[in-house]
């Protein structure tokens, strides 16, 4: 499969309501778009790296220049006979897993279309559709209730709430009280310390299904502290960039869930392999979100379609984001289920290229 071309641009989405998590506030989503033309067909790539390092280090500037410094130019008239080929491409480059992930998910969309594939038949997935649930930003407490409200009278699997030091215990109360038999969750997006840890504990009477990610992004060895005095399970999000990171965390017992980001780890092969990993350890994983277009999100779909995505996910319906989207279909769950998209092969979802055009900021052609 020679690459012919490649394309990249900057997308600007105005998000319909403020998100809000304990690292700042995002109103508008903006991403790199990322796509590889090759025997007359085009895979797509969305980057989740934000403007700036305040989810984990990659910026969209310093992706943006290794792409078009070190990689792009480099696959021009190449030919890789799988994804396999173009990883080893990228492999030697340190760090830039997100960036990384743009054109291993923009190949594997490629190579699915050529064999005329589903993408989630060729990373081996055995659904058609996605049980998801809610990530609800942080807001006072009336403003949940009413959140969490709408969320299961819409049928969602799971509700997850951001919480931050002094936004915590008293929030959960409130939503328990209101909720006593909801799949419940939270998400500290690495807010807390280990002398939180009495904290922490007290969050064990709420009956949640994991605290995500309470500790630092780059910790592996304080969350096995925290682990071990919870029965709550803890979830890794941030701490896990790779396989081998998976393997510390669950060697060390510092999780017993994982959240997989595609888009975090380096692409598919990558997910991929820390999916088998936590099945190996009878660890549970699901598939985080990054608020992505269309794009991102039937990538995140065909992957959370692999077996050992047994907990419901974050990729909700696009309408709750935005108002419109760059893809002509609408990804849109019913009753907390997600179906795999599958208009065409590869990712099965198809741009809308006037309102691409309309929110591309900036593009740059690579022949
Ligand atoms: O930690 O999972 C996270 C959004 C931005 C940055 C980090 C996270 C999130 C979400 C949103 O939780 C998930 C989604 O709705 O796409
Ligand atoms: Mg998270």
Wanted: net charge negative; aromatic share 6%.
């Amino acid at each position: 499969l020679r690459i012919d071309s490649a394309e990249l641009r900057l997308v600007r989405l105005p998000l319909l309501t403020p998100f809000v998590i304990s690292t700042g506030t995002m109103t508008e989503k903006v991403f790199p778009l990322l796509t590889l033309r090759g025997e007359g067909l085009e895979g797509y790539g969305e980057g989740v790296m934000d403007v700036l390092p305040d989810y984990l280090e990659e910026t969209q500037a310093g992706a943006l220049d290794f792409l078009r410094q070190a990689v792009l130019p480099g696959l021009i008239g190449r030919r890789f006979a799988n994804p396999a080929e173009i990883a080893a491409e990228l492999a030697p480059w340190r760090g830039h897993r997100m960036a990384k992930a743009m054109v291993e998910m923009a190949f594997w969309d490629l190579w699915a279309k050529a064999l005329n594939q589903p993408l989630s038949a060729l990373l081996g997935g055995v659904r058609d559709a996605v049980e998801v649930g809610v990530s609800l930003g942080i807001a006072d407490i009336p403003t949940t209730l009413e959140r969490v409200e709408t969320a299961v009278a819409s049928g969602y699997r799971r509700v997850k709430l951001k919480i931050k030091r002094g936004h915590d215990l008293k929030l959960l109360e409130a939503v328990r009280g209101r909720f006593p038999d909801i799949k419940l969750t939270v998400d500290a997006n690495t807010d807390y310390r280990l002398p939180d840890l009495p904290l922490l504990v007290q969050m064990d009477r709420f009956g949640l299904d994991y605290i995500e990610q309470p500790l630092a992004f780059d910790d592996i060895h304080d969350h096995a502290k925290v682990q071990a005095r919870l029965t709550t399970a803890i979830c890794l999000d941030e701490s896990i960039r790779s396989a081998t990171d998976a393997r510390k965390a669950l060697v060390a017992e510092a999780a017993r869930v994982i959240n997989i980001k595609v888009g975090r780890v380096g692409g598919f092969a990558e997910a991929r392999a820390i999916h088998d990993l936590c099945a190996a350890f009878d660890v549970p994983v699901w598939c985080g979100g990054m608020l992505e277009s269309g794009i991102g999100r039937a990538q995140n779909i065909h992957l959370a379609s692999l077996p050992n995505f047994s907990k419901p996910g974050d990729t909700s319906s696009a309408s709750r984001y935005f108002t419109k989207d760059i893809i002509e279909q609408k990804l849109e769950s019913d009753n907390g289920l997600m179906a795999v998209p599958r208009h065409g092969p590869g990712l099965g979802v198809t741009l809308d290229r006037s309102f691409l055009d309309q929110v591309t900021g900036a593009r740059e052609d690579f022949r």
